[in-house]
Structures are given as structure tokens and as C-alpha cells.
């Protein structure tokens, strides 16, 4: 099958999150399946800095803009994956971020933007480039490429169109004004399509536009039909649910995977896990943390509503009142980045923080520490969770999303059957996060037994794309009848 797989970040040349990992690794897997799949993706600056063998493959006109885009090739390092960029300076070549300005503003003309990059998708998918490739399917993710379902759905021998959920909560929602300044086909402003409450909603144009509709893990599918994780868009989704999917996430475990991890000192596996250990010295030296054995609960993420920041924000007093080292990297809102910062100030030899983005600091946080938070108020997928099972770093999730289909609660059953991977915890509410921390410290340091086995039967969960891949083979056979 021909693939064109339309996303705004691919690791390792753009990330903000885990769509970075899913469109650096779902492709990959497609391919080793046998299909000719090939990514589409904004030349951002940073990602043209970062590439030297590319090519021009072809230039494209558009109605109404003047000049000429061209598309660039590019195949992935170590892969035979290709990419094609499109090279569009105004829109794409700036400093600052995929989505913001250096200061961290949305960029003012993002709905151009991505217009913009929609338009050459849909383009490319209709052959009416010199690239003269026709993908049967095209595959667009979040937001961003929402536009592209909705622009094909007229069109005659198109190909068939799956849209991927990786966060609702991110719409792309944008005035009249805007749609009338895009240019965009009169009939797309229509509550049947994308227009939602007097807005031009980018999202819409895939959940309502696409032949099939994924989101990233089965809980998550069945949230955001109710109004509590549908954001308004819950209806249109119970009445296109024969159409929605949700397949788990993937690893790409030549990443992520301690036993050969290149960003950690110490590779370990789950016969010898004292290096595990070293890799937590190596995080209390790098802190300037006490190298003791209290528990290490470790946080990795944006720092943002969703993360369940604020949960650990209330949680930190009563917690570092007990004997435990707590890591934190991330960033995202001032305010908890401040008020971190406060608590860090009264607590140095306890809590360590780094305000920033740091991969492979991130790699050895994930090697070395004994639990890994996620008290996410919500969570398509949660890729970290995953990373943190395969580093025997055990997980202490809230019950929501992907969270739940991926790690198993420690119960006098799952320990019995040694199946438990994990904590997990139910209300959206510090006391519960902190009542679920101290009874995962107190398995950590009074039932050492049952924590070294919670650990063997994270080690040794499965992720990798294989499945998952072959379910989107699946749905993609199923969008191509239409
Ligand atoms: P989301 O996509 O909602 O941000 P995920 O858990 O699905 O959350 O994926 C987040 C990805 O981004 C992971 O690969 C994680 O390691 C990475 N990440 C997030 N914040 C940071 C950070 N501050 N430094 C390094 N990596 C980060």
C-alpha cells in the first residue's frame, strides 16, 4: 500500500511531544511491513539546519499564493524512510518553535500555516505533482492536518483518509475572519464540517471529513465520547463512532531500551539490575542529591494542566516530609515553573529540578530512578509510561486514558500472578496521589521481594509497533474502499 503520512513533527529532526515519537517510529514499522510509506513534513528551520543530503524533488503552484514551494527529499538516518519537506520559508523557516514564537506565543499566522502545508498534502495526495506517486492512503495527525481529509473529501479518485487523534484537546480554533482570509471552499464552513460554535475548527475537518478516525489507545477512544474528555466534540464522535478506533501507542525500542541505550553510562537488563543503581548515582551526582537509597519518584513532561502538575505541586510538602529524592524535568506554564522553583529552593537535598528540554537527560532519569509519576488528569496514550516499563521504572499513573490499557495495579491478585507493573490511582486529587506515592514507597522499602518482581514484570512488557501497526494496515484496507 502507498502512504502519505502528514504530521507537523517527526523525531529526531522536530519534537514537542509524543507525536515526535509516534511519526519517528509508526512509519518505520509500516515499512518493515512492506508498504511504500513516506512522511510529509514543514521544513522548520531547526530541521534544515539539522539535515545535509537532501533534494529538491518538485516544485508546486498553489491557487492564490505566489510563489512556488518546493518540496525537498530527505530519507531518515539509518532508515530508507523517505521525507519530503516542504520548503516554504515564510511560513516555516523562523526561530522559535513548531507551533510558538521564541517567547512562547502561538505564532499569530499558524492557521496559515498549516493551510498551507494541507494544501500541498492534498496536493501530493491527488498526483497532481511531479513527484507522480498517488498514495492509496493518507494518513494526517492532530490538528494541524485536519484540513486535509476535508479538502480531499470532494475530490474524485482520491485516496481513502484516516485521521489520528494524538490530543483533543488541541483543536486549532480560529475566527469567520480567519476562514474567510484563508480562502478555503465556502461549503467547509458548515456545522457537518468544520465549523464549530461560530468557529473554523481545524480538528473538525478530520472528525468529521476522514474515511476512519483513530486515537491513541482504547480507554482514551471510549473518554472523549462523554463530556467529560470530549471537549463539546463528544456528540460527532458517538455518531462516527463505527469509524473510531483506538490502537495503543508503539515503542521504538532501538531508542528506548536500557540494555543499549547510548545516553546512559550504565546499560542494564533485568538479570543485572546493580547497574540500574549506578544509573541513579549518576542522577543524585549530576543533582547534587545525596547518594542514599531513599526512593526516587521522578517526573518527566510539560509542565501543564493535563500532566496533573498541580497534583504534584500540593503533593511535594507532605511528601518531602518522608525519607525520598524527587527529580523533575520540564517545562511549559511560568506559574508552575515559579512555584517548583519555590519548593526546590526550601528542599535542595531533596528535590532536583530542571526547568528546560533535555533527551538524554531524560534517558538517564528513566534509567535511574525507582518510580515514574504520570498523575495526568488526562492521557491519549502517555508514551513515557511505556519508556519507564521497559527501564523497570516503576510507573504511578492516574486511572484515565492510555495510562490505564498499559500498566497494572499492584493488588494482592497481580502480585499473586505476577502481573502488576505498577500503582495507579483514581481521583484527580493531591491526597490521592500522595496516598498512592507512600504506598508505592512503603512496597519499595519494606517488601523489597515483591518491588524486584514488580520490576522483572515491567521489564519484560511488550510495546514495540509490531501489533499496533498491523491494526492500522487494517484500517487503512477499510478507508480504501470508500
Ligand atoms: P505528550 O505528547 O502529551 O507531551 P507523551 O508522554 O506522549 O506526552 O510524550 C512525551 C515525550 O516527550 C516523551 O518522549 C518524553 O520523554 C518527552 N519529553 C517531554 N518533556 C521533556 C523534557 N522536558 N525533556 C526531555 N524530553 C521530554
Known sequence: MKILFATSEVHPLIKTGGLADVSGSLPIALKTLGHDIRILLPAYSSVLEKITHKKIICRIKLAGYPEEINILEYTLPN????????????YFNRPGKPYTTPDGYDWIDNADRFTLFSKIAATIALNQTQIEWQPDIVHANDWQTGLIPALLATEESRPGTLFTIHNLAYQGLYSYDTFKHLNLPQHLWSMHSMEFHGQLSFIKGGLTLADKITTVSPTYAREIKTSEYGYGLQKLLRQRSVDLTGIINGVDYSIWNPEDDPHIKHNYSHDNLENKVLNKRAIQQHFNLPETDVPMLSFIGRLVDQKGVNLILHALPKLLESPVQIVLLGSGDLYYEEELNKIKQQAPDKLALLIGYDEELAHLIQAGSDMLLMPSKYEPCG????????????????????LVDTVIDTSPRSIKHNTATGFIFDESDHRSLTAIILKANHYYTDKKDVWNQLIINAMKQDYSWEISAIEYVDLYEQALIF
Open 383 to 402: 508514551l513515557n509510561q511505556l519508556y519507564s516499563l521497559k527501564y523497570g521504572t516503576i510507573p504511578i499513573v492516574r486511572r484515565t486514558g492510555g
Open 79 to 90: 532508515t530508507t524512510l523517505i521525507v519530503y519537506l516542504v520548503d516554504a520559508p515564510t
